[in-house]
């Protein structure tokens, strides 16, 4: 989905998709930094913040801004969530919300700035709903199969809530759940869950 992204931005724009944080230093004019593959580690936070003021955007669920310490902009970049119709940004003290109305005028598209919290909204419930669904099996109460077929049929979902997991990553949404579950113990992740990783 990011190539769809970068086709969109203005032509004479510069902008960076971080895959790796290294090689960054010959981009130093660009209009936009975005990195999508947003680890929470010292390093490329500190890599990061040295483009600001310039935006600097993030694929940051289970961290929010006010963790990580600088006026980055988080979006929910999970697949799949940016083919949506509008995207899920939160913007910590210090970023540039004109900047942002700005860019996703231009893109055409549209955003909603959500709170600060880890998992944004939709990132909340989708965790929530695979989680549940691992409790089900759990119970024997059903197939993997047919808890998919379930949740399409019944709540017109595009995926059921393991074919959501293999899409998204099993793996972040367990980070997730790990994350709230420490706050609130409703998140705490199935043991099924565990043992699929």
């Given at each position: 989905m990011h190539q769809k992204l970068m086709a969109r931005l203005p032509p004479q724009w510069e902008y960076v998709v971080a895959p790796e944080?290294?090689?960054?230093?010959?981009?130093?004019?660009?209009?936009?930094?975005i990195d999508l593959c947003f680890a929470p580690d010292e390093e490329r936070i500190r890599q990061l913040s040295r483009w600001l003021p310039t935006p600097v955007m993030i694929n940051s669920m289970a961290w929010t801004i006010g963790e990580i310490g600088q006026p980055f902009v988080r979006i929910n970049a999970w697949p799949g969530m940016l083919e949506r119709e509008v995207h899920e940004l939160?913007?910590?003290?210090?970023?540039?919300?004109?900047?942002?109305?700005g860019l996703y005028r231009r893109l055409g598209w549209k955003y909603r700035l959500v709170p600060d919290v880890p998992g944004m909204i939709s990132g909340r419930i989708l965790a929530m709903i695979i989680n549940e669904a691992f409790f089900t099996l759990e119970e024997n109460v059903s197939s993997r199969e047919e808890i998919d077929i379930a949740m399409r049929l019944g709540t017109?979902?595009?995926?059921?809530?393991?074919?959501?997991?293999?899409?998204?990553?099993?793996?972040?949404?367990?980070?997730?759940?790990?994350?709230?579950?420490?706050?609130?113990?409703?998140?705490?992740?199935?043991?099924?869950?565990?043992?699929?990783?």
């Open positions: 944080i290294n090689g960054l230093e010959r981009h130093r004019d660009a209009d936009l930094i939160a913007i910590g003290p210090g970023a540039d919300s004109l900047f942002l109305e017109n979902y595009p995926f059921g809530p393991f074919e959501w997991s293999e899409k998204i990553g099993l793996g972040n949404i367990y980070d997730l759940l790990n994350k709230l579950g420490a706050t609130d113990h409703r998140y705490i992740p199935a043991k099924g869950m565990k043992a699929s990783l």
